[in-house]
């Protein structure tokens, strides 16, 4: 049984489209604090915003209001010094560090920490100093789990992309069993796991009943695309019930 984590990055990408000039006028929708609001009311246990380098979406100006109405926010942030003070000055619940490209569409794969535990632990320690809950953002392999472990990291968010894009079930299997490796030794050496990206309605139920060791999901753009057809709460009650089995 996993709890759900609303990605909103993708409403603001749709504002975005619109009015990237100001997107703070009062004529700017949608807004991503009335999504963050709306999601938590549905049953969303983490509000995940992604504050990019890039600033492509998310605003700096959106994560402060969002984090003043939300119980538990999730920031995901790519490793570097004026995120971290960023973050330290915001005190969202949780921080996900995540690599960053400006040239792709979204995030593809995960953070590598191997060789380079010592140069993260020190943001990993100034951010946990403020009671804020850090989590790597990696790829399903063992030695990204033990490096995110020596770098300081409370918790893992395993990338799901190879499982969400396996189209035959052999390979589905393969991926799953990475994942489910990867999520058995995080737990042994006292990490918490998280997982996400690409994940589906159609392939959450399965992901869910083979990793019990999964705390959080953290899904967006499968969310926000059923939203157009049954709208923003019952998209998220429904992703709410399969991430809890049923």
Aim: aromatic letters at 4%; hydrophobic letters at 45%.
């Amino acid at each position: 049984m996993a709890s759900l984590g609303v990605n909103i990055d993708h409403v603001a990408t749709l504002r975005q489209a619109r009015y990237r000039a100001n997107p703070f006028s009062p004529l700017a929708e949608p807004d991503p604090l009335e999504a963050a609001r709306l999601a938590e009311d549905a049953g969303a246990a983490v509000v995940t915003a992604h504050l990019r380098e890039d600033r492509r979406h998310m605003q700096p100006e959106d994560v402060r209001r969002i984090r003043s109405v939300v119980r538990r926010l999730n920031l995901e942030m790519a490793f570097l010094p004026e995120m971290i003070s960023f973050a330290c000055q915001l005190l969202p619940e949780e921080v996900c560090l995540v690599p960053e490209r400006r040239e792709e569409v979204t995030t593809e794969g995960g953070l590598n920490l191997l060789g380079s535990e010592e140069r993260f632990s020190s943001g990993i320690a100034r951010l946990r100093s403020a009671g804020i809950l850090v989590t790597a953002f990696i790829d399903p392999d063992p030695d990204q789990v033990r490096a995110a472990k020596k770098a300081g990291a409370d918790c893992v968010e395993l990338h799901t992309g190879g499982y969400a894009n396996a189209i035959h079930p052999e390979a589905e299997e393969t991926e799953l069993a990475k994942q489910a490796a990867a999520a058995e030794l995080a737990r042994s050496i006292g990490l918490e796991v998280h997982a996400g990206h690409g994940l589906t309605y159609r392939n959450v139920r399965r992901y869910v009943a083979r990793l019990p060791q999964v705390r959080t999901l953290n899904i967006g753009h499968s969310i926000v695309s059923r939203a157009l057809w049954v709208g923003w709460e019952k998209a998220i009650r429904e992703m709410v019930a399969l991430a809890a089995g049923e």
